[in-house]
Antibody, heavy 116, light 109 residues
Framework: QVQLVESGGGLVKPGGSLRLSCAAS????????MNWISQAPGKGLEWIAYISSGGENIFYADSVKGRFIVSRDNAKNSLYLQMNSLRVEDTALYYC?????????WGQGTLVTVSS | SYVLTQAPSVSVAPGKTARITCGGNNIGFTSVHWYQQRPGQAPVLVIYYDSDRPSGIPERFSGSNSGNTATLTISRVEAGDEADYYC????????????FGPGTKVTVL
């Protein structure tokens, strides 16, 4: 069955950096578009970034453009999110999700806390 | 930018029907997808392309989309349906992005 497992979250100071990973299994990773989606504590869902199956097309939400970088390694069945210049308002649970038009599978998320 | 609106909360008695709406300008011309998020859990896709159900989702869940409103309908509501429900569209105007509605909390009385 499809499994998505996020890791790399933690506590970081404002202005700091963090790299999230998402390990995929149970499907042919290289065939699928992938995304990162965040959820601040007690708040709704916010799409963060999209990467096409081969990595040639990448889109970002305005709130993270220029600060976050999404990438993937199809040989390792892994998705990444490099988070730079972190802000207090980036504090959230970060999910990786499989899909193009819609998000058919989600991981359980990894928590990022930005605080001094 | 494209904005989706949802009522913050809906209350429904067990066995009755819950209707959760998602408003957006001419939303009927785009595909709408719906997610269920139970407390402490990751979201789960319950409806895609307006009215299709993924495998494993009960037939009690159905969807429609027309004009400026998309609707998720839950028939014969059960206690386990208590959750937050989010609508989502893909919007490609100035630059491509996915948009979520703010979510509706469904409470089973």
């Amino acid at each position: 069955q499809v499994q998505l497992v996020e890791s790399g979250g933690g506590l970081v100071k404002p202005g700091g950096s963090l790299r999230l990973s998402c390990a995929a299994s149970g499907f042919t990773f290289s065939d699928y578009y992938m995304n990162w989606i965040s959820q601040a504590p007690g708040k709704g869902l916010e799409w963060i970034a999209y990467i096409s199956s081969g990595g040639e097309n990448i889109f970002y939400a305005d709130s993270v453009k220029g600060r976050f970088i999404v990438s993937r390694d199809n040989a390792k069945n892994s998705l990444y999110l490099q988070m730079n210049s972190l802000r207090v308002e980036d504090t959230a649970l970060y999910y990786c999700a499989r899909g193009g038009d819609y998000f058919e599978n989600w991981g359980q998320g990894t928590l990022v806390t930005v605080s001094s | 930018s494209y904005v989706l609106t949802q009522a913050p909360s809906v209350s429904v008695a067990p066995g009755k029907t819950a209707r959760i709406t998602c408003g957006g300008n001419n939303i009927g011309f785009t595909s709408v997808h719906w997610y269920q998020q139970r407390p402490g859990q990751a979201p789960v896709l319950v409806i895609y392309y307006d009215s299709d159900r993924p495998s494993g989702i009960p037939e009690r869940f159905s969807g429609s989309n027309s004009g400026n409103t998309a609707t998720l309908t839950i028939s014969r509501v059960e206690a386990g349906d208590e959750a937050d429900y989010y609508c989502q569209v893909w919007h490609n105007s100035d630059h491509p992005k996915y948009v979520f509605g703010p979510g509706t909390k469904v409470t089973v009385l």
